[in-house]
């Protein structure tokens, strides 16, 4: 995607970055609105207090709202990996969508290209391990659902964004300490409750078994991801 294709609609939600903290995390999210001109709206308000770097519309249309260099407010409240301001480190991507409140819904193939593209550009930009491209439900398992279990997270890992256990381990038992250890070195918050955080997980990687609950084949994926 060319610069010429970003449609620059700052917001004022922003600000510096601490001293030494570059970009080394990419957190996606979906709006949870019903339209792009709300979600504009919203991210442009400085009452609002939220904003992310782009928002990508569903027709793949790509809005630039915070300058990549600049601590966008897209994460709240939120944990990886004993990182606990996710805002200083952290590019964010809204991705226009109704989300669980308004109608959730599958991403455009148009939505899903612009969004590879950028973060392909990204990718060049910053250095961002594949182990911290998220979903705004890895980094805060308690309070949010986004991307959600519609996303598609196998088409961004085929381009080389992201990180998806290639061999998955067999199927096996786990029980809760082993789990939430795995869980922990994965990345996800230690002190989160622990079907919050395999929720999370199932929607990042097992999107048709959404339930909080263990079984043999969410066992052998948070194995091979923690392997």
């Known amino acids: 995607m ?5 449609i620059d609609h700052q917001s004022p939600n922003f600000d510096d970055r601490p001293a030494g ?3 080394d995390m990419l957190i996606l999210h979906y709006t949870g609105m019903k339209t792009a001109e709300e979600s504009l709206a919203r991210l442009r308000d400085p009452v609002a207090k939220v904003s992310a770097h782009y928002l990508i519309d569903e027709d793949g249309a790509l809005y630039r709202l915070v300058d990549e260099a ?4 897209h994460a709240g409240v939120s944990h990886w990996a004993a990182e606990t301001d996710i805002n200083s480190c952290s590019l964010g991507i809204e991705l226009q969508n109704p989300g669980h409140e308004f109608g959730y819904s599958a991403f455009p193939d148009a939505q899903m290209t612009a969004l590879t593209d950028l973060c ?5 930009r910053h250095a ?3 182990g911290r491209i998220l979903g705004h439900s890895d980094v805060a398992p308690s309070r949010k659902k986004d991307p959600g279990e519609l996303f598609d997270w196998r088409r961004l890992a ?4 992201g990180r998806l256990p290639r061999n998955p381990a067999s199927p096996a038992k786990m ?9 922990t070195a994965i990345g996800y918050d230690p002190g989160a409750p622990l ?10 990687y097992r999107q048709t078994k959404i339930d909080g609950q263990f079984d043999a084949g969410t066992a052998g994926l948070i194995r091979a991801l923690a392997g």
């Open 2 to 6: 060319t610069p010429s294709q970003i």
């Open 120 to 124: 392909g550009q990204i990718l060049s």
């Open 158 to 161: 085929a381009a080389g964004i």
């Open 175 to 183: 029980d809760d300490q082993e789990a939430r250890a795995a869980l």
């Open 128 to 130: 961002i391990p594949a």
């Open 195 to 204: 079907a919050d955080i395999l929720t999370a997980f199932q929607r990042h």
């Open 21 to 23: 903290k570059d970009p």
């Open 70 to 73: 600049r601590r966008a407010w």
